[in-house]
């Protein structure tokens, strides 16, 4: 009734129809989403949001290929299209929707996101085929600069995947598929090894290895990496104990504390939990944490880091240069050690400019009284103009790779 378009329910039975009509004929599927509608109706109301939908109803029906297919609005900002495939009217509508909703007299920049079902067959019901195009729709990376995803069999066993991953972490970590690597942090002054980074892996029982690259960002979307971290913070403390109880010197091990973890109520009683149960103190373990995690939540990272920091652990500030944080807020973070990103080493020692760069950060690093690390060093080119540039500690494949604990 607000759009004049069809529901969700009377376009899937239109589609039976059209394909039962023209069986062999290839189509689309597409599903168009506005980004920041909630928005819109959240600052402006629920009218305003009702008065958009209604003009953008208006233009579709409007568009010169509208009659070629069917049009639907299933809930609030999502439509539906069908459309004979050699209209390829995906692109058409991308640029007439951005139009639209360019010249929309709201002072919020709106987007239209597509995700695309494209079949040459009525292999499956309308409805899932809409559910298919939405996926394509809600997976970043596929959504490329044009906002427009596409359904594809890749696009499907990569959701399978990761739905795989997440259903089977708990039987992994019953079964200690999870390990510990550990990849030394070094003084390059004297070869010294002065620590040591905890890094996870997943032996997979069918899948094989799984690099953290790949599940560690999917357990974050999920809210589901605070059980694994934990696992790998219990090998650590266990890996200390046994060091101890060995009689070798004590050097600390760097546990990484994903975002997500700061957000756990729990995580001072979980670390102080460890400690107690292994009988270790605070500096047996340095807290990994990247900088994103400073700059997007810092009203409520900030106080959880102090308070960890003023129990005794010392923090380290993970991916340093790759989060924005403004220098002047550099001064007055929680922080013991910067750990530079190692992208800052790509064009280094080669590139003046690269140089310039990396000394600098070590300057701010001195003037501040931080411990500068410098991460992804890899030839003795690098570890050279480093010392000279008067960087003392690195970690990098010059050095070694991460290796199992033992
Ligand atoms: P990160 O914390 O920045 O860890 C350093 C990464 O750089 C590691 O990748 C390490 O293998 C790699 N690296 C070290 N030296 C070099 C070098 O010289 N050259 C190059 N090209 N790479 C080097 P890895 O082990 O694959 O881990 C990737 C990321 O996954 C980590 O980046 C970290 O963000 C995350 N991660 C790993 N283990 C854990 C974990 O237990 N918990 C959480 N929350 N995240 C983890
Ligand atoms: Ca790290
Ligand atoms: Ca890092």
């Given at each position: 009734m607000l759009t004049g378009l069809y529901r969700a329910p009377a376009f899937y039975r239109r589609v039976e129809q059209a394909l039962a009509a023209a069986p062999a004929a290839p189509f689309e599927i597409i599903v168009l989403d506005i980004e920041y509608y909630t928005l819109v109706c959240d600052v402006f109301g629920k009218r305003a949001g009702a008065l958009l939908l209604q003009a953008l109803g208006l233009h579709l029906i409007g568009?010169?290929?509208?009659?070629c297919g069917l049009m639907a609005r299933s809930a609030d900002d999502i439509f539906f299209f069908y459309m004979p495939?050699?209209?390829?009217f995906v692109q058409k509508l991308s640029a007439s929707v951005s139009d639209f909703l360019d010249s929309y007299p709201l002072p919020i920049r709106m987007h239209a996101l597509l995700g695309v079902y494209a079949a040459n067959?009525?292999?499956?019901?309308p409805a899932q085929m809409c559910d298919r195009a939405r996926l394509a729709l809600n997976i970043r990376g596929t959504v490329r600069e044009d906002r427009i995803g596409y359904y594809d069999h890749a696009l499907q066993e990569h959701l399978l995947r990761e739905h795989k991953l997440l259903d089977d972490i708990p039987d992994s970590l019953l079964n200690g598929d999870f390990r510990m690597y550990l990849q030394p942090k070094v003084?390059?002054?004297?070869?010294?090894?002065i620590g040591a980074e905890a890094l996870v892996r997943w032996l997979h029982p069918e899948l094989g290895f799984i690099p953290p690259d790949e599940f560690i960002p999917l357990l974050e979307r999920d809210l589901s990496v605070y059980p694994v971290d934990c696992y790998i913070w219990e090998e650590a403390c266990r890996f200390q104990a046994q060091r101890r109880a060995a009689g070798l010197a004590p050097l600390p091990v760097s546990i990484n504390v994903s975002r997500c973890d700061?957000?756990?109520?729990?995580l001072p009683q979980v670390l102080d939990g460890l400690l107690k149960k292994y009988d270790l103190?605070?500096?047996?373990l340095h807290l990994e944490v990247i900088e994103r995690a400073y700059t997007e939540d810092s009203d409520r990272i900030f106080p959880v880091l102090s308070a960890l920091r003023a129990s005794g652990f010392c923090i380290e500030i993970d991916d340093?240069?790759?989060?924005?944080?403004?220098l002047s807020m550099v001064a007055d973070?929680?922080?013991?050690?910067l750990k530079l990103d190692?992208?800052?080493?790509?064009?280094?020692?080669?590139c003046p400019r690269h140089v310039e760069t990396v000394r600098c950060m070590v300057r701010l690093a001195k003037a501040l009284g931080l411990t500068l690390i410098i991460e992804g060093v890899e030839t003795a080119a690098q570890a050279e103009k480093l010392c000279a540039l008067g960087c003392q500690y690195a970690q990098g494949y010059y050095y070694s790779r991460p290796r199992p604990a033992e």
């Open positions: 568009m010169p290929d509208a009659h495939a050699e209209v390829h067959s009525a292999d499956i019901p003084d390059m002054l004297t070869g010294e090894v700061l957000y756990q109520p729990d103190t605070p500096r047996d340093f240069g790759t989060g924005a944080s403004s973070l929680p922080v013991d050690v190692r992208s800052f080493l790509s064009g280094f020692p080669d």
